[in-house]
């Protein structure tokens, strides 16, 4: 039904997913062979070359440009998985974009490649970034997940994130309009047309 509403209607509705960053979670040891950093500029346009890994060169280009930090998992057969942090705003959809308030950092693009799904490899890698990527003062993080990904939701859970509330828009015959509940407004955790 939530799929049904985005095509037909333009309605966009997400679970706000939050987790103190001074909180540890219990993950367990990593799935074997897997390694966990920050993945540099040329390892990121490398990577823009294989179709796998949904990743543009423009993207990537102007995500670091804007202070974003991009932290993989890589395996003996290379990048496994990856997610970004952004700082202040990041792309959303086509002329959609998040915005987040002062205390929080937002996590976006999680991204697991198709023959290590499965693994707990997404887990590992929200709990891992956590630790790997810097604070820059912020004190919470942030992320928006919709309620029919629900291998997106587990995922998060296991790795200590819970729902906080729930934010999206609707863009329907050219207008755009965003909600947001108490919890994200307060945040200022929500979507702005770009």
Known sequence: MVARLRRRIGIHYYHMLVRPLESASRVGAPPCGLAFGVLEQQDLLAYCTDPQFMMREAAVRAALAAGHVCIGAVDREGLAAYLWYSFDSAPHAVGVRVGIGPRV??????????????????????????????????????????????????????????????????????????????????????????
Do not use: H, I, M, T
Not at 129 to 148: H, I, K, N, T, Y
Not at 167 to 185: E, H, I, M, Q, T
């Open 105 to 194: 950092r937002y996590v976006y693009k999680v991204f697991v490649r198709p023959n290590s799904r499965g693994r707990g490899v997404a887990r590992q890698l929200l709990a891992r970034s956590a630790e790997l990527c810097p604070r820059r003062g912020r004190e919470l993080g942030v992320s928006f997940v919709a309620p029919d990904n629900e291998p997106s939701l587990r995922a998060f859970a296991a790795a200590g994130w819970r729902r906080a509330g729930y934010a999206g828009y609707v863009n329907w015959l050219g207008r755009f309009r965003a909600f947001a509940s108490a919890g994200a407004a307060r945040l200022g955790a929500g979507f702005s047309c770009a």
